[in-house]
């Protein structure tokens, strides 16, 4: 089993960034892939960025891209998402999730079998 827990969230404005993190829980952290999901008021939870167990490899919704960065540190079992020129429409609960069995980062929600409860990230414009 593994715990969750997202820090990081808060009021910005536009232009401006947030680094958030995800703490886990537990030895095996740095053998799973991590990813970060959002979702708006209103509408279905969405894909932001994904990151492999070495750190290695990324992935990232194309609204984000140039935008977010996804990292990661095995030795503190945690994984950050940098959130650079903030835009109204990022405003959304965020939440980390850990997938267990796959490699490549991937956006498909299924695939993850722990999530954190989601910390808010609201952008004024």
């Known amino acids: 089993q593994v715990q969750l827990v997202e820090s990081g969230g808060g009021l910005v404005q536009a232009g401006g960034s947030l680094r958030l993190s995800c703490a886990a829980s537990?030895?095996?952290?740095?053998?799973?892939?991590m990813g970060w999901f959002r979702q708006a008021p209103g509408k279905e939870r969405e894909f932001v960025a994904a990151?492999?167990?070495?750190?290695?490899?990324?992935s990232y919704a194309d609204s984000v891209k140039g935008r977010f960065t996804i990292s990661r540190d095995n030795a503190e079992n945690t994984v950050y998402l940098q959130m650079n020129s903030l835009k109204p429409e990022d405003t959304a609960v965020y939440y980390c999730?850990?997938?267990?069995?796959?490699?490549?980062?991937?956006?498909?929600?299924?695939?993850?079998?722990?999530w954190g409860q989601g910390t808010q990230v609201t952008v004024s414009s």
């Open positions: 990151i492999s167990w070495s750190g290695g490899s990324t």
């Open positions: 999730a850990a997938d267990r069995t796959y490699t490549n980062p991937s956006g498909r929600e299924t695939n993850y079998d722990y």
């Open positions: 537990g030895r095996t952290f740095r053998t799973y892939l």
